[in-house]
């Protein structure tokens, strides 16, 4: 089975990456830089799996379609697309330029549209498949001096919502996650401890039990945040 990952090489994909690994997936791992999907490929090697990289930027339609299209990699077995490639660029929605809110369009919502409805159909034709899709807690309710994001992530949890309402009747199952403050390289730099944030590992974990339930149940969300932030 393969299990492909967007944005793999930091934080939440990175994480779930090595959870798929350690329980002998076959990974498909898409991310801007190739220098550090060569190099995360070198340390799952350890696991005996499977690894294909494929660098692209998620933003850019055209290179979405290119790694979709790509003849080096057999899409046809893939179980599991965890769609977690996005970006966070604080600042009001008023004052802010438009090109803030498009580019968290292009990689927060457009991205996981496009790769969704290519594996999608393949899943559905399969009658089988998981779609994970790491949305926010701003996808529900929106997060001070964040509004495009806000606004981007409530629309990809809208998508989480459609994508599985039409998938449901063919067996595959989709799941959002609406993380809070975590731990990844956006903190980078933060003097806050951290116990004070939830941990990649934390998702990718629960991720993989969800995965692991029984046929007939799906998890629509999963909400998960700091104790004490």
């Known amino acids: 089975m393969k299990a ?13 990456a090595i959870k798929f690994a350690q329980h002998g997936y076959d990974l498909v791992l898409v991310a801007r830089g190739l220098d550090e999907l060569e190099k995360f490929r070198q340390e799952l090697t350890l696991y005996g799996n499977a690894v294909f990289i494929q660098a692209a930027d998620c933003s850019i339609k055209e290179e979405v379609y290119a790694f979709l299209n790509s003849t080096a990699i057999d899409f046809d077995d893939v179980a599991v697309l965890v769609n977690n490639v996005g970006i966070f660029l604080p600042g009001s929605l008023l004052d802010e330029d438009d090109e803030t809110f498009e580019k968290q369009q292009h990689l927060n919502v457009n991205a996981s549209y496009y790769i969704s409805k290519f594996f999608g159909k393949k899943m559905r034709s399969a009658k089988q498949g998981h779609i994970f899709n ?7 309710t929106p997060v001070k001096n964040a509004g495009s994001y806000s606004v981007t992530k409530a629309a990809m949890l809208s998508l989480n919502h459609v994508l599985r309402q039409e998938l449901a009747p063919h067996n595959v199952k989709v799941t959002a996650f609406l993380p809070g403050s ?9 003097s806050i401890p951290d116990e004070k944030f939830v941990q990649p590992e934390d998702i990718a ?8 339930l029984s046929k007939g149940v799906n998890v629509d969300e999963v909400l998960i945040t700091p104790l004490d932030f």
């Not at 790491?134 to 529900?140: D, L, P, T």
């Not at 975590?182 to 933060?190: F, L």
């Open 4 to 16: 492909v990952i967007t944005g793999a090489t930091k934080g939440i994909g990175r994480a779930i």
């Open 205 to 212: 974990e629960t991720l993989f039990t969800i995965l692991n």
């Open 182 to 190: 975590t731990k990844t390289s956006s903190w980078e730099g933060t």
């Open 134 to 140: 790491i949305c926010s807690v701003a996808s529900k």
